[in-house]
């Protein structure tokens, strides 16, 4: 079983459309989690971080963790096309935010439609 | 500022063949990585460096070597490459101890 499953999608939406992405991990030491936005044919980029549990809100992205669950999510409200990308969710142990030893889930492709 | 880059973005090995993949970065971060990301499998650390002169392993170092002289380099070496190998690579950097990390845009790595 891997640390970190998050269901690859496809995932098609309409514009507008609240989307929700997930990723469940079974590792009870992981302490900070993240999303990356990666485009087609180029390197991740962060898109939101939390630490420990709760939510935490950026725009049009909430993002939220529930480690008694081992479960965390990404909702993007009014979903733009240029949202359509690939959402990678990463974690890592210890008190060193960014630490290299990052767990990455595989990824979920989104794609908004028109 | 240029941020991380990568070089080639694209190549095309035989195995057996060595070859090295180049990463700079020009804002002096002190850490670097380098990350594979396969169909599947998501990103996974191979190798990371936590300041010129200093490497560790990651999950994946296994027919990888690396070695940092200086801040803004972090080279990968493939020593004998192998079909496994094929795979897209990815160089990182931050400034520790909690900057998040900067990617470089990628190499394709196809080992035939």
């Known amino acids: 079983q891997k640390e970190v499953e998050q269901d690859p999608g496809p995932l098609s939406v309409p514009e507008g459309a609240i989307v929700s992405l997930n990723c469940t991990y079974s590792n009870s030491a992981f302490q900070y989690f993240m999303w990356y936005r990666q485009y087609s044919r180029k390197g991740p980029e962060l898109l939101m971080y939390t630490y420990s549990s709760g939510n935490k809100e950026d725009g049009r992205f909430t993002a939220q963790v529930d480690k008694s669950s081992k479960y965390i999510s990404l909702f993007i409200r009014d979903s733009q096309p240029s949202d359509s990308a690939t959402y990678l969710c990463?974690?890592?142990?210890?008190?060193?935010?960014?630490?290299?030893?990052?767990?990455f889930g595989t990824g979920t492709r989104l794609t908004i439609i028109p | 500022n240029a941020g991380v880059t990568q070089t080639p973005k694209f190549q095309v090995l035989k195995t057996g063949q060595s070859m090295t993949l180049q990463c700079a970065q020009d804002?002096?971060?002190?850490?670097m990585s380098w990350y594979r990301q396969d169909p599947g499998m998501g990103l996974r650390l191979i190798h990371y460096s936590v300041g010129a002169g200093i490497t560790d392993q990651g999950e994946v170092p296994n027919g990888y070597n690396v070695s940092r002289s200086t801040t803004e380099d972090f080279p990968l070496r493939l020593l004998s490459a192998a079909p496994s190998q094929t795979s897209v690579y990815f160089c990182a950097s931050r400034r520790p101890p909690r900057e998040t990390q900067y990617f470089g845009p990628g190499t394709r790595l196809l080992v035939l």
């Open positions: 990463a974690m890592s142990e210890g008190s060193n935010f960014g630490n290299e030893k990052l767990t």
């Open positions: 804002m002096n971060h002190e850490y």
